[in-house]
């Protein structure tokens, strides 16, 4: 892993689709914190993708949303840009999904502090595939049939949506490895209501001053069907992608994708009795959510009202 004379002073851990995005919008902009350009590194998860470029040298100066960062060097060397003033983090939903990461961060750094978002797990689940939906990877014909299909092994791109909604077993892992003191958990459906008291809030559980920022916008996870689906579905292909890689540049590539990503919002809507199904089988680990992080989400994610009508 990476040497000892190197820390990364923080991680925002997930989960993936509760508002990480604007999580990072908001500490890239503060002057006494610096993050990478590549939002999300996934040094310290055991992830893949189907997608090469995932796994592709970050270019410097330039912006990605995500990358499988495999080397020590390359990971050290997206924090080499850091002040000696500002504090360093790592912003990786997927460190959120195997319970081994929480012990990788803490051989790394044993006084890292940890920052987990989480989200009523259903509608986190239904907002995971909508995305995967828009972008092609996804071609079930709704959620139901999405979350029974055969399951895919890449982060991201298949459909372990209940799954990536199942927080317990990493939690545990975080809280068993790192103090109670160490570990700031924010519920998504709170702090996006409340965006400036939560960005206070989390600026002084990393110990600096609270940077005042305009409501930030997750607009990367702003949920598309794309204008141009089926032709974005072609190119998805494996024999499409190694076509349109060998003969078209990066830039030409970024202006295609920006063509095809001109859309509008799905229509297809979370149903209430399939929601309150697939939390009703999960009130146990809701349960032990509650008493470990001492947030309400019982109350929160309407699970008290589904055990009320049992």
């Known amino acids: 892993m990476v040497g000892q004379e190197f820390k990364v002073d923080f991680f925002v851990v997930g989960a993936a689709r509760s508002g990480t995005t604007t999580l990072y919008q908001y500490l890239s902009k503060h002057p006494d914190i610096y993050v990478p350009r590549v939002k999300e590194l996934n040094y310290f998860s055991k992830v893949s993708s189907s997608q090469p470029q995932d796994y592709a040298l970050p270019k410097p100066e330039q912006e990605y949303h995500t ?39 803490k051989a790394h750094n044993p006084k890292a502090k940890i920052v987990i978002s989480l989200r009523h797990p259903v509608e986190r689940a239904f907002s995971h ?39 317990i077993g990493p939690l545990k892992a975080y809280y068993a490895a790192f103090p109670k003191a160490q570990i700031h958990v924010m519920i998504f459906e709170q702090w996006v209501q409340g965006q400036e ?67 509008r919002p799905s229509e297809e809507k979370l149903p209430e009795q399939v929601s309150a199904q697939l939390l009703g089988q999960n009130i146990e680990s809701l349960r032990q959510i509650e008493e470990l992080t001492q947030k ?4 929160l994610w309407g699970v008290n009202k589904i055990i009320a009508q049992k």
């Open 197 to 263: 008291k939560a960005f206070a809030d989390l600026a002084e559980f990393l110990s600096v001053d609270h940077y005042k920022l305009e409501r930030a916008t997750d607009q990367h996870n702003q949920t598309l069907a794309y204008k141009h689906q089926g032709t974005l579905n072609a190119l998805r292909t494996p024999w499409a992608r190694t076509l349109f890689h060998s003969i078209m540049g990066e830039s030409s590539r970024d202006r295609v994708k920006a063509f095809l990503f001109g859309g």
């Open 67 to 105: 990358k499988i960062i495999q080397s020590p060097e390359v990971y050290r060397a997206l924090f080499s840009q850091a002040k000696p003033s500002q504090i360093k983090g790592d912003i990786s939903p997927s460190y959120l999904w195997h319970e081994e990461t929480a012990a990788a961060i």
């Open 296 to 299: 309400p989400v019982l109350d």
């Open 129 to 167: 595939y909508l995305m995967a939906k828009s972008v092609g990877y996804d071609q079930s014909k709704n959620f139901q049939q999405a979350i029974h299909a055969p399951l895919s092994g890449h982060w991201g791109g298949g459909n372990r949506y209940m799954e990536w909604s199942d927080y």
